[in-house]
């Protein structure tokens, strides 16, 4: 299975390629069409998705000597948080050692390290929060946002893993609140590949090269998921990679449910402040905090 990826001249996220009911469409017949690719053909072999995202995955092994296992931690995260969605496209299961012996897609990212292209939508009203305070459903209010991205806009540029959008992003987020890391009760970090929410864990509670060790000290044995501090859940719907690729939306749509007590059976208790990062390295990372 191939990501989604970016898009390619005529050819949107949502291409006539991702899914039988994508391909049976035809205003996505004429847009895939118009790219020389005829419905069902997969992705050029490019740079872009998994071949971008595995590259840099190996690199980040080779330099801060870790091992796959990180990625597997974000993997069977997601899908344990997943298995109380029933919204979410993958709920069976998955333990490390299913990760472990997965079969490899392109080294080190398998099967369990990339998102599932879904057909959906997702529609969320921006208003202002005198006009929310009258609204049928409880207002949940924007608190800061920011967006993040280098001269280095395109994956093949990028000359490490410590000059991309990520740190862009946080660094702004942060000097536009005046809360705090830890004021955060739900962690929402995009999740188009696995490497992607090490990145944003990294650039926001520990360091480069620290999100394995940081995951491992804030990992529950018993519930097989991360909890930060004990409390903070990382991608509490399942993620792109369990509940479903929608480009982050889902990520942002989970916040909003969880922050207005509407998520049912997955409900966390308590939460006031929800932390949204979509986006990868490059062009479109971004964060912003949801409150109540």
């Known amino acids: 299975m191939l990501h989604a990826g970016l898009p390619i001249p005529g050819v949107d996220y949502v291409g006539a390629h991702n899914s039988r009911a994508a391909a049976?469409?035809?205003?996505?017949?004429?847009?895939?069409?118009?790219a020389g690719l005829r419905p069902g053909t997969p992705w050029p072999d490019t740079i872009l998705g998994v071949a971008c995202y595995a590259s840099w995955g190996q690199r980040y092994l080779h330099e801060y000597g870790r091992t796959r296992k990180d990625f597997g931690y974000i993997a069977v995260n997601n899908r344990t948080n997943a298995m109380a969605n029933e919204h979410a496209i993958s709920r069976d299961p998955l333990t490390l050692d299913d990760y472990m012996n997965a079969r490899m897609v392109r080294a080190p990212l398998t099967i369990y390290d990339m998102d599932f292209p879904v057909d959906g939508a997702e529609a969320v009203v921006v208003t202002t929060a005198e006009r929310a305070r009258d609204l049928a459903k409880t207002p949940v209010l924007f608190h800061a946002a920011a967006e993040g991205q280098t001269r280095y806009a395109i994956e093949e540029?990028?000359?490490?893993?410590?000059?991309?959008?990520?740190?862009?992003?946080?660094?702004n987020l942060w000097a536009r609140t005046d809360r705090t890391i830890a004021d955060i009760d739900l962690f929402q970090p995009y999740d188009g590949f696995s490497p992607m929410p090490i990145g944003w864990i990294e650039n926001l509670y520990c360091g480069p090269g620290e999100g394995g060790a940081f995951i491992e000290d804030n990992w529950n044995h018993e519930r097989n998921r991360i909890e930060i501090g004990g409390r903070v859940l990382v991608n509490s719907h399942g993620g792109s990679m369990s509940d479903g690729a929608s480009q982050g939306?889902?990520?942002?749509?989970?916040?909003?449910?969880?922050?207005?007590?509407?998520?049912?059976?997955?409900?966390?208790?308590?939460?006031?402040?929800?932390?949204?990062?979509?986006?990868?390295?490059?062009?479109?990372?971004?964060a912003f905090i949801l409150r109540t």
Request: hydrophobic share 40%; proline share 5%.
């Open 249 to 286: 939306a889902g990520h942002t749509r989970e916040a909003i449910i969880q922050l207005r007590g509407e998520a049912g059976a997955w409900q966390i208790d308590g939460v006031k402040h929800a932390l949204v990062t979509p986006g990868g390295y490059f062009f479109n990372a971004g």
């Open 24 to 34: 049976a469409d035809p205003f996505r017949k004429v847009r895939i069409g118009a």
């Open 157 to 171: 540029e990028m000359p490490d893993l410590v000059h991309q959008g990520q740190q862009v992003a946080a660094k």
